[in-house]
C-alpha cells in the first residue's frame, strides 16, 4: 500500500501548482481551442485505466479466478502438502504390521569347527531351521493404527490450510497490482495533459501574458508525475514477480494485467461466517485432529501396559541314529512400568495441550472473521457514500465553480479547492476498494466461503 499513500502526497500537495497552471490554461484556451478540446476530453473520458494498463502491456487482463485455478494446480507449496497428506496415508497400515518376522539356521558341530563335520558320527551334530514372531498386545496394533489416522486428518486439514494460505496471498497482490496498473494509467494521462499545460504556460510567456513561475513549476510538476510514474513502474514489477513465484511461472514470461476492480457485496451475516468458520476452517480441523490423536495416544499408553508375547519354532535334523528334534517357544515380555507411566504422563500432558491449542486457535479464528466481517461492512458503507455522495456531489460542486470562474463570478482558490476535492475522492474511493477487497480475501480464507 506505499503506493497509495505516495499518490496521494503527490496529488494534495504538491498538485496545487500543476492544477493551477492546468485550469488556467484550459480556461485561457476555451476560446481559441474549443474543438480541438472537445475532441481531447472526449478521448479522455473514453479512456480507462484497464484500457490504459491493456494499451501498456498490449495483452487483455487475465481473470482472477484463473491465476486462482493455476495457483492450486502448479503451486509448488500446495504440491509439498498435498505429498506430505499422501505420504502420511500410508502409515496407519505401517504401524499397525506385524513385528518382523525372524528366521534362523543353525548348524552344530562335533569335533570340528568344520561346517558339517561330524554330523554322520555323533548324536548331538544337528542343522537346524526356526523362525520367531513377536505378538503385540490385542489392540495396540489398532490404537497405533488409529493415531497414524488421526494424524493424516491433520496433514490434510494442514494441506487445505496451505492451499488457502497461497490463494488469499495472492488474492492481495492482484488486488495491490491492480490499483498499481489503474493509477498508473491516471499518471501516464496527467503527464500527457501536464505536458501540453507546460507548452501553453511557454506560449504565454513568450508573448508576454504569463510568468517565468508558472513554467518552472509546470516543469517542476512534470518531472514529479514522471518521478511517480517510475515508482508505479517499479512497484509494477515487484508485484508481478510475486504472482509468477506463487503461480510457478518464469520471471521471463509475459506480463500480468489484471481486471479493473469493481465492488463485492458480503451476502452472509456476521454469525453465518462464524459458524462457518467453526465448521470449514482447516486450522481448527487440524487442532480437532490433534486432539483425537492425543486422546488415542493416552489410550494406547495405557494399553502398553499390557505385555507382548512371541512365539518361535525350531526344527533340528540330527544324524540318521537319532531322531529329528521339534521345539515351540513361548514368551512374555513384560513392560517396564516406570517407563510407562512417564509414558502415559507424557500422553495426558501432550492431550491438555492439543485442548488448549484448539481453543487458542478457535479463538484466533473467530476474532480474525469478526474482525474482517466489521472491515468489509464498514468500507462496504464508505464506499456508498463515496459513490452516491461525496464523489458525485463534489463532481457537481466543481463543475458550478468552474462556471462561475469561467464568467468571472468565483475566485481561483474557491476552483482549485474544488478540483482537489474531486481528485482526491476519487483515489480515497480507490484505495477504500482494494481495503473491502482484501477483507473478502480474508474471509474466503477463513471461512471457506465463495463470494461472487
Not at 78 to 93: C, E, G, L, M, Y
Not at 140 to 145: E, F, V
Not at 150 to 157: F, G, L, N, V
Not at 197 to 224: F, I, M, P, W
Amino acid at each position: 500500500m506505499q503506493s497509495i499513500y505516495l499518490s496521494r502526497s503527490l496529488f494534495a500537495c504538491d498538485r496545487i501548482s500543476l492544477i493551477g497552471a492546468a485550469l488556467l490554461v484550459g480556461t485561457m484556451l476555451l476560446p481559441l481551442s474549443g474543438t480541438a478540446q472537445q475532441a481531447g476530453s472526449s478521448e479522455q473520458r473514453g479512456s480507462t485505466p484497464q484500457s490504459g494498463a491493456m494499451a501498456e502491456h498490449g495483452t487483455i487482463p487475465t481473470p482472477l479466478p484463473e491465476l486462482v485455478h493455476e495457483a492450486e494446480q502448479k503451486n509448488p507449496q500446495i504440491v509439498a502438502s498435498f505429498h506430505a497428506w499422501q505420504t502420511s496415508r500410508n502409515v496407519p497400515k505401517k504401524v499397525s504390521a506385524l513385528p518382523e518376522t525372524q528366521l534362523s539356521v543353525q548348524q552344530f558341530s562335533v569335533g570340528s569347527p568344520r561346517p558339517f563335520a561330524g554330523y554322520s558320527n555323533s548324536d548331538f551334530a544337528y542343522i537346524g531351521f526356526g523362525a520367531s514372531q513377536d505378538i503385540p498386545y490385542p489392540g495396540k496394533r489398532q490404537l497405533r493404527a488409529h493415531v497414524a489416522e488421526h494424524e493424516a486428518d491433520s496433514m490434510e486439514a494442514q494441506t487445505a490450510s496451505t492451499r488457502r494460505a497461497v490463494v488469499g496471498n495472492l488474492k492481495m497482490v492482484y488486488f495491490r497490482l491492480a490499483y498499481i496498473q489503474q493509477t498508473l494509467a491516471v499518471l501516464q494521462r496527467s503527464d500527457a495533459l501536464l505536458n501540453q499545460v507546460q507548452e501553453a504556460s511557454e506560449a504565454r510567456y513568450r508573448v508576454g501574458q504569463g510568468n517565468q513561475q508558472d513554467v518552472l513549476k509546470a516543469q517542476l510538476q512534470h518531472t514529479k508525475i514522471l518521478q511517480e510514474i517510475a515508482h508505479h513502474h517499479q512497484e509494477e514489477g515487484l508485484l508481478e514477480a510475486q504472482i509468477k513465484q506463487v503461480l510457478d511461472r518464469p520471471q521471463e514470461s509475459a506480463d500480468i494485467v489484471a481486471e479493473t476492480l469493481t465492488l463485492r457485496t458480503l451476502p452472509y451475516t456476521s454469525a453465518e461466517l462464524l459458524q462457518r468458520a467453526r465448521e470449514q476452517n482447516p486450522d481448527v480441523h487440524s487442532k480437532q485432529a490433534s486432539i483425537r490423536q492425543q486422546e488415542t495416544q493416552v489410550e494406547l499408553a495405557h494399553k502398553n501396559f499390557r505385555p507382548d508375547f512371541n512365539v518361535q519354532y525350531t526344527y533340528e535334523h540330527t544324524g540318521s541314529q537319532a531322531r529329528d528334534y521339534y521345539m515351540a517357544t513361548f514368551g512374555i515380555r513384560l513392560p517396564n512400568r516406570g517407563r510407562q507411566k512417564a509414558e502415559l504422563a507424557e500422553a495426558q500432558e501432550n492431550q491438555e495441550r492439543a485442548l488448549q491449542e484448539l481453543e487458542a486457535e478457535s479463538q484466533r479464528v473467530l476474532s480474525e472473521v469478526q474482525q474482517q466481517y466489521v472491515r468489509a461492512k464498514t468500507s462496504e458503507e464508505r464506499l456508498k457514500i463515496y459513490s452516491d455522495g461525496l464523489v458525485p456531489q463534489s463532481e457537481a460542486t466543481f463543475q458550478s465553480a468552474l462556471s462561475a470562474y469561467q464568467s468571472n463570478h468565483q475566485d481561483f482558490e474557491s476552483l482549485l479547492s474544488g478540483f482537489l476535492d474531486v481528485l482526491n475522492l476519487d483515489l480515497e474511493y480507490r484505495s477504500e476498494l482494494v481495503e473491502h477487497e482484501s477483507a473478502l480475501a480474508e474471509l474466503e480464507r477463513l471461512t471457506g466461503v465463495d463470494l461472487p
